[in-house]
Structures are given as structure tokens and as C-alpha cells.
């Protein structure tokens, strides 16, 4: 294998806009290119690809959209061999060059040993590395240690619509010989040193939309005699965390599984340099002052965050207007063993209440528009000390066994429905940066995840 | 004079991206382009035209634009005659058709006798039934009844920069000649009565921006550790207005003129049609419920709106971002006798207090961007006589004697430096929907307007 060919092929990837989140044809078309150009690659490795149509979206505006395919992959069916299958998505997050961008978000650009694009970390680099690894071999001309199945998707980043479905379909099929999944959709909790991931929290996300008219108001003309909407909406917002990051939505913390000594002594085992961590996060003060605080409230703790308010003025300058209907966008990060119908119904009721309260005339509309639950293992699964072998090898040293703050509702779906152990091994370190400006995959990383696939691809040999 | 002609032109001025507000070079261009069109037209006219160069602007954000000239034209120079300077604007705020419009917003379109467009009513209109009223008399070869000036700017939407400078400097040359000031940058209060305005709001527009670091978060990754900017801001927006429109910044009412017996009286006796207003608005409830109180509050009250954030997300989808450096905009307007000044040092002290108190991590900075002074005049003058005399012969009634909730800084600048009486004759009827989307003029209003202002000459001339 040729790591820069490695290099070139992410940067061809790269330079798809394959943006799932934002809803407009222009995209859609990219993420179709996009999984067009993923299976050509899979076929060339001499994989059997078989791209799945996924219907069509509708939106909450009416319009209908296409959903990109699913691709699903097959190299060796060897029955003495264990089956691997891999899961990875191809589509990012939006990005803007003008919203602080130190280069074209989709011209993969290298400054000192740093790979920067969208998508670079999340999720093309890891997708590709594992490639890389059944490259490798191919290249090496030795046969395959294990049966590899890919399963990519286009639209994770968008709650990975009519991926259940389909998994559900497949059940029985593409997944039947597989004994293991990996993702390595996250990242490391340090610079440097790599990590197996056994828990995702899950997400619910929230609109709650206000509404006085379908048209603005000049604040001259109308400012002083209407229930203003913007007015509204900063109160039902304000009202669902305080300033030290305790989420106010009545109930919420019920179901949150109790803390045991045990748990706590997992966070005590795992080195994190808070200063470092917090040089490299670019914060001035977390909320909490020691690891195992700061742990906890990333992997074990419910978090609420406020996205954006659509509908109102968020351009430069200053523009005097009253807008008639906006929409405010929060979103719960959910932990075991909270239940996405539950914290739907008690979000729903304390902005309900929240609004009656101010007897406004403006309607009020609350939506989950996204529910996705959170998931943990059993970290004593085979294959996840076959991955703490591989890391030996390559990189000589223990992982931090972690869990990961963010959704990757593919997780918690695989384990219900396939039935088989899922795990997490990412390969980007804590400061790419992935969903914001200037996300970036280290050559470093990219190269040694690359070799840690191959390893573990011998390590997985061993355990069959 | 040829109506359909004055069409015509309101047409191709309609078509010209004016807009002042969003500060990039595009629509500078186009608002140098207005202005060239609008002195040709003044030139045709036979005036004396002087486009006076306004230098540049400095940015926030370190980037320079031109401003664009300031016309100055003079029509006639009799000494027996009176002498009447036009005030008006040609620049508009923003507007995009995905925004709501039913129609291109730079395309003036006629459907059921109105011509919707950007600008038609604020203020390409009323600076063209200006126009189109000296051309009647130029087409009639009639003498001009007095003298005509015009100063005409492309700023205003953007707090009319450079403007009061430029008046300053021609106080004893362009302006020392002028006996009156008419301004018609306003609306009727009805949808058939005309009106006659004698005081306008005055504005502080205000930014409050959070910041944690210039780059932002994904949710997964830090929420839940994090003063996030957003939470702060939507604490801060929340703490300005309570939910019955009352400003909660302590001492903001301390200057507002004490209400007399006979003001209430001026308000009993304009009519309004509550149900027509509350229906032609499309708001389902107001604040208040009585005419005096819906008047009060609209003109000589303060009031407050949240206009939005800039920095959060803000499209279409589901974006699991914590945005990293938020800007909120608000205003504030303000009427007889409080001072800008002191607002300004009541609001940032009020922000101050509230962020103190939620000891937060992130930095906070609060900038008054515009600052502008209410204006009230004396309803007794000579001019204001003529015009409801003009408004008796063209539409056969009495004007509505109002006030304006909006801002008109010019009024109050030409009340101060020119010393010379201003009246403001709005043409536009209330439902016109300047600053939003749809804005229109009535083909009735733009016609009937341009008679008015030919009448309004006439009895002008009597004056003298």
C-alpha cells in the first residue's frame, strides 16, 4: 500500500460536498457522487458492492427528497475464517468557509502534519484507513485474515434516515455470517494516546417554533404592541438550562442510571491532562475543575445545548425588524438508561408550561425531530481485547477505555437488532475538531490507524 | 405628467438592489448605481444636481466600503417665492424572495392595484410622486409655485452615515435659502385617511456578543462541560422585556415625558378602526386593547425588540453544533425626553449585572451600533397648516394628526442644525409593509400622493 496514494484518494474524497444535514438538491446530488465514487474504490479492491436505493425523504416542508444509497460490501466468504464488518458514513456536517475556515472546507490542505477538510475525521479518514488496511494485504498479495463486510451510509449526520429499516431487512442476509461490527466513528481522548470506545450517548433534538404571522414586522411600526415571537422563544430557550449546565425540564434526570464506586474508579484509571485538554479545546474554564467531573458529564450525564434560532435576523448589520416566526433548535444528549418517548413528553410539557404561562397570543409548536438512544457494552466482549491487542502492537501502549459524548445511533441499533458485540475503535485524536470549523485528520493518525486495522485484522484471525 | 410614465420609472428604480444594510460590495455598487439614475433623472428635470462624494465607511470588522454620494438638486431660485426642501432616501433594507416574498422583491409587480416591490413605499415612491408632482407643473408649463430642493441619500436604512456632517457643512450654504423641510418616509395609520406626522421614535440598536472561543463545538464532543455562549446570550436576551412588552432595564423609563390630560385627548381623537388594524396587521391580539393605549405605546413609549443572532445556526436541518462566539441584536426605541446616552449606559450596566451574576467563563462585550434621537415637532406651524389644507382639497377630508413609532433621524438633525420647521406627509397606507416582506404601495397612494404634493405647492406658494 502507498500512503500518499491513501492521502490522495482522501483528499479526492474530501472534495465532495457530501452535506447531508442541510436539505437542498445541490447536496443530495453530491452525496449520490459521492457514494458512486465509494463503491467504484470497493470494487477495484475486488469487493462485490451492491448499492441499496433508499427511497425518498419528506421533509416538514412538503418537499421530497432522495436519500443516497447504502452500500453493501463483501471481500472473501472463507467459512473457516471470522467475518468482521465494518460500518462507516461518508456524508458531513455543513461548512462554510466564511464562517471561520482557514482554507476551502473541501480542499483537503496539509499544514505541519495536519490534514484539514471537512469530513477528514468524520467520517472519510477512518472509512478510508480501513481500506487502506484490506489494501495492504491485497497489495502484500497475502489473503485476508478475516472476512470484511462494509456497510456505508450517506446520512448519519442526519439521524441516518431508513438506515433501521434496512438493517432490519438485512438482517438475515448481509449481516447473517457476521460476527462482529467495528466503528470507528469518534475520536481519542488525547493527542497522542489511542482508545477502545464502549458507550455513545444518544440524542434528542428539538424544534419549538413560535409564530405571530408568516411575515416580518418593522420594529418602528409594530415595536410595543405585540407578543413578539423572538420574545417568546428567548424565554422558552432560557428556561432549560441554567448557568451551570443543570438541565431545568422537569424529570429529566429520573432515569439516569445511579453511580456506582465501580464506575467511578473507571474515570480515576484514565489519564487525562485537564490542562492540556483544556489548552487544546481552546477553553478558558470548563464548568467542573477535576477529570473525573468533566468524564462524567461527557459520557454519563444528560447534556442540553442550544443550536440556533431559525426564522430570525442573523446576517451582519443591523436590521430593525420584528420577525413574525422563528425556530428555536436545542438538542438533549441522552445517557442510560433514559428513554427518548419520555424525555419527548417531559420537554413537550415544561415548554408548554413555560408558555402558558405567558399568555401570549403567538402559537406555539414543540417537535422532536430527531430521537436517538444512547448505548454502552460489555468491554470484556472477544473482539474488544483483540483491539486492545492490535493497539499494542502498533502503538505499544494500554487504550483509555472511554465512552464517547456524542450519537452514533448505529451503535445502539446493531446491538439490538444483529445481536452481535459492537465496538468503537477511533482513530482521530481529541482536537480534530470534527462538526466545526477546521476539522482535521493528523497524517499521523491517518497512517497508524491505517496499520492498527491490519493488526487487528491478524488479532481477530487469532480469536477464530 | 404621465402616470403610467411615473410607474414606469418607479419600476426601473424598484429593479435597482439598493440595499444599505448588508455591508458588501455588491449592493454598494448598486446603491452608486441608484443614485446615478435618480440625479440623471432630477438633471432631465432642469435642476441643478450635485452629487456629493461621502468617503468611505470603516466596518466592525476592519473592512472599508464607500458610502454613497448625497444628492443635492435646486429647482428655481426666485426670491419672492418660498423655498421647500424635499428630504428622501433611495437606499432599502434587505430582502431575499426565499424569505416569504411572493414575488421577486426587485421586480415591481401590479396585482389587484398594488405594486409590491422593495422600496416602493420606503422611499423610492414618495421620492418619485415628489418628483412626478414638478414634472406636472414642467408639463403643464406652468411656474413652479416655489422653489424646489431636493437632498436625497442612500444611507438611511443604515443609520444615514455621514449624513449629519455633510448637513452641517451646507447649513448656511444649500440649506440657507430653505423656508420648509418635507419628509415622507412614513405611513398613514389607516388604509384611506391621509395624515400629517409631528414626532417619530428615535432608536438604539444594540449587539451583545458571547464568546468562548472563535472556532465552534460539536455537541457530542462538549456539551455538558461548557459555558456555552448560547445559553449565556438567550439569559441575556431574556432579561430585557418581560411577557407584557415592559422594558425590564431599571431606570429606562425615568425620562419618558409624563403623560398629560390633553395629549390623551389627541389620541381619543384619531380614528381607528381597532378590528380593521388588528385584521389588516394579521395579528391575532395585541398588547393592549384600547386605541389610546395601542397609540401610546406605539408612539410615545419606548419599546424593545430581539431582532436575532448572529453567529448560531440558523438553517433549514438539524445541526448539533455549540456555537462558539454569538452575537445578539436588539433595539430599543425612544421617544421624548430620553437620551441615547444615557440608555446606552443603562443597558450595557443592566447586561453587565445579568452576566456577572451567571459567573460565566465566556467574555462579554455590548456595543450600541446606532444611536438616534426621537424627534417631536410644533403642530401650529405654518407648513403644517398648508399641508392639511393640501390633503382637504385632494382627498376631501381632515389629515390624522400622528405621531411615528418608527425613526426618521433626519427630522430631529434638520429640527437642530437647519433650525427650520420639518413636517413629514406620509403617503403609503398602513398596511404597505415597509422593512418586511411583500412591501407594496398603493397605485391609488403613489397617484393621489403625487396630487397632493402638486396641491401642497400650491399652498405653499400662498404662504409667502
Known amino acids: 500500500m502507498d500512503p500518499k496514494l491513501g492521502r490522495m484518494t482522501l483528499k479526492e474524497w474530501v472534495a465532495i460536498e457530501s452535506d447531508s444535514v442541510q436539505p437542498v438538491p445541490r ?38 427528497l432522495p436519500i443516497p444509497p447504502v452500500i453493501l460490501a463483501e471481500l472473501g466468504n472463507d467459512p473457516t475464517k471470522g467475518t468482521v464488518c465494518f460500518y462507516g ?35 472519510k479518514g477512518p472509512v478510508l484507513a480501513w481500506i487502506n488496511a484490506v489494501s495492504a494485504f491485497r497489495a502484500l498479495e497475502q489473503d485476508l485474515p478475516v472476512n470484511i463486510k462494509f456497510i456505508i451510509e450517506g446520512m448519519e ?36 494516546k489511542p482508545a477502545i470506545t464502549y458507550g455513545t450517548r444518544g440524542n434528542s433534538y428539538f424544534t419549538v ?20 415571537p423572538m420574545a417568546d422563544l428567548v424565554a422558552l430557550l432560557g428556561s432549560l438550562v441554567d448557568s451551570s449546565g443543570h438541565i431545568l425540564v422537569p424529570g429529566i434526570y429520573d432515569e ?40 462524567m458529564h461527557l459520557w454519563r450525564y444528560p447534556s442540553l445545548s442550544i443550536h440556533g434560532i431559525e426564522g430570525a435576523f442573523d446576517e451582519p448589520g443591523a436590521k430593525t425588524v420584528i420577525p413574525g416566526q422563528v425556530i428555536g433548535k436545542f438538542s438533549i444528549r441522552l445517557v442510560p438508561h433514559m428513554n427518548v418517548s419520555v424525555v419527548e413528553k ?22 422532536m425531530t430527531l430521537g436517538l438512544h444512547p448505548w454502552i457494552a460489555n468491554i470484556n466482549d472477544t473482539q474488544y481485547l483483540a483491539a486492545k491487542r492490535a493497539i499494542r502492537t502498533v502503538f505499544g501502549t494500554e487504550p483509555d477505555m472511554i465512552r464517547d459524548g456524542s450519537t452514533i445511533p448505529i451503535t445502539k441499533m446493531f446491538q ?35 496499520k492498527l486495522f491490519a493488526a487487528f485484522f491478524l488479532e481477530m484471525a487469532q480469536l477464530h
Chains 1, 2 share one sequence.
Not at 168 to 186: A, L, M, Q, T
Not at 346 to 367: A, G, I, P, W, Y
Request: negative net charge.
Open 256 to 295: 439516569v442510571a445511579p453511580l456506582t464506586e465501580e464506575e467511578i474508579n473507571t474515570y480515576k484509571a484514565i489519564h487525562l491532562d485537564l490542562e492540556e485538554y483544556r489548552n487544546s479545546s481552546r477553553v478558558e474554564k470548563f464548568l467542573f475543575d477535576t477529570k473525573e467531573e468533566i468524564l
Open 416 to 450: 439490538e437488532i444483529v445481536h452481535k458485540s459492537v465496538v468503537l475503535i477511533p482513530l482521530g485524536a481529541v482536537d480534530d475538531g470534527e462538526h466545526s470549523q477546521n476539522e482535521k485528520i493528523n497524517r499521523w493518525n491517518y497512517i497508524e490507524g491505517t
Open 89 to 123: 458514513h461518508l456524508d458531513v456536517q455543513p461548512a462554510d468557509q466564511g464562517d471561520g475556515w482557514l482554507m476551502d472546507p473541501y480542499v483537503l490542505t496539509e499544514v505541519d502534519g495536519k490534514l484539514y477538510g471537512r469530513g477528514a475525521t468524520d467520517n
Open 27 to 64: 447536496f443530495r446530488q453530491e452525496l449520490f457522487r459521492m457514494m458512486t465514487v465509494a463503491a467504484d474504490t470497493l470494487q477495484r479492491l475486488g469487493a462485490h458492492v451492491t448499492s441499496v436505493d433508499m427511497g425518498s425523504q419528506q421533509l416538514p416542508d412538503g418537499q421530497s
Open 157 to 192: 449526520e442526519a439521524g441516518s434516515v431508513a438506515l433501521e429499516e434496512l438493517v432490519e431487512k438485512e438482517k438475515n442476509r448481509f449481516f447473517s455470517g457476521v460476527d462482529y461490527i467495528v466503528i470507528s466513528d469518534n475520536l481519542w481522548i488525547s493527542q497522542r
Open 346 to 367: 417531559q420537554v413537550t410539557r415544561h415548554l408548554e408550561d413555560v408558555f402558558s404561562k405567558r399568555n401570549s397570543s403567538n402559537k406555539m409548536v414543540v417537535s
Open 209 to 228: 417554533e413560535v409564530k405571530c404571522r408568516d411575515q416580518d414586522f418593522h420594529s418602528g411600526t409594530f415595536g410595543g404592541i405585540l407578543h413578539e
